[in-house]
């Protein structure tokens, strides 16, 4: 076996390699190294195709120019030619390996970005759809606590009527204490004042009464004396 069949058989061994890898690989892994490797590979196969090409003119070319040393020019031709064909057909197998893999490469490609802008987009979804529900939660927090503050103050705003209203209980209850005292005390102040004048008027009678009779004996001992003088 000769060195380019070696070559062709290690191409077509590889091609065969590639495309099981790729049956097994994901659609959306498309790993950069395995990119590279195929268009090495394809870039090979069109190297080899054209050595072959060249190589087959070569040959051609050369055999032409023996065949018309010969005498069965013709048949020498079509030998020459038919070893030719035989040259370019498998020169073209290796184009047409090399595009199948180009082509596998585009496609995968282009399978790969699909699958990248589906997955961003998923990624996006999926974002959205977190931040949506984070959002919501945060909004039915806030609307807790609202409602939490607004019961609180609920709360604290009844404490405080009530408490208002047991202290304007409490005043009122104090205020009418208040004022029956100060009824009882000015009762009790009118009634020690007339105690006080009862007190007064019977003093000032007996003090008239003892006066009156103080005068009746002054009079009645004057009365006395004048008599006893009279001859």
Same mark, same amino acid.
């Given at each position: 076996?000769? =060195?380019?069949?070696?070559?062709?058989?290690t191409?077509?061994?590889?091609?065969?390699? #590639?495309?099981?890898?790729?049956?097994? *690989?994901?659609?959306?892994?498309?790993p950069?190294e395995?990119?590279?490797?195929?268009r090495?590979?394809?870039?090979e196969?069109k190297?080899?195709a054209k050595t =072959?090409?060249?190589?087959?003119?070569r040959v051609?070319?050369?055999?032409y120019?023996e065949?018309?040393?010969r005498?069965?020019?013709?048949?020498?031709?079509?030998?020459?030619d %038919?070893?030719?064909?035989g040259?370019?057909? #498998?020169a073209?197998?290796l184009e047409?390996q090399a595009? $199948?893999?180009?082509r596998d490469i585009?496609r995968?490609?282009?399978e790969a970005?699909?699958a990248?802008?589906q997955?961003?987009? %998923?990624a996006?979804?999926?974002?959205a759809? +977190?931040?949506?529900?984070?959002t919501?939660e945060q $909004? &039915?927090?806030?609307?807790?606590?609202? *409602? *939490? !503050? /607004? &019961?609180?103050?609920?709360?604290l705003a009844?404490?405080?009527? &009530?408490?208002?209203?047991?202290?304007?209980r409490?005043d009122?209850?104090?205020?009418?204490r208040r004022k029956q005292? $100060? #009824?009882r005390a000015?009762?009790r102040?009118?009634?020690q004042?007339?105690k006080a *004048?009862a007190?007064?008027? !019977?003093?000032?009678?007996?003090?008239? +009464?003892?006066?009156?009779?103080?005068a009746?004996?002054a009079a =009645?001992?004057?009365?006395q %004396? #004048? /008599?006893?003088k009279?001859?």
């Amino acid at each position: 076996m000769n =060195k380019f069949a070696l070559r062709t058989l290690t191409g077509l061994a590889a091609f065969a390699a #590639a495309g099981l890898i790729h049956a097994q *690989a994901p659609v959306d892994d498309f790993p950069d190294e395995e990119r590279d490797r195929m268009r090495t590979q394809a870039a090979e196969l069109k190297e080899q195709a054209k050595t =072959k090409k060249e190589e087959a003119v070569r040959v051609r070319d050369a055999a032409y120019t023996e065949c018309w040393q010969r005498t069965l020019v013709s048949s020498c031709l079509e030998r020459a030619d %038919e070893a030719y064909r035989g040259s370019t057909t #498998a020169a073209r197998r290796l184009e047409i390996q090399a595009g $199948d893999i180009e082509r596998d490469i585009r496609r995968r490609s282009a399978e790969a970005r699909r699958a990248d802008k589906q997955r961003a987009a %998923e990624a996006r979804r999926e974002k959205a759809i +977190e931040v949506n529900a984070k959002t919501r939660e945060q $909004d &039915a927090q806030r609307e807790a606590a609202a *409602a *939490a !503050r /607004a &019961a609180k103050d609920a709360e604290l705003a009844g404490q405080a009527e &009530a408490q208002a209203r047991e202290q304007a209980r409490k005043d009122a209850e104090l205020a009418a204490r208040r004022k029956q005292e $100060d #009824a009882r005390a000015a009762q009790r102040a009118a009634d020690q004042r007339k105690k006080a *004048a009862a007190i007064d008027e !019977r003093v000032k009678k007996r003090e008239e +009464e003892h006066a009156r009779r103080e005068a009746e004996a002054a009079a =009645k001992a004057a009365a006395q %004396e #004048a /008599a006893g003088k009279a001859p």
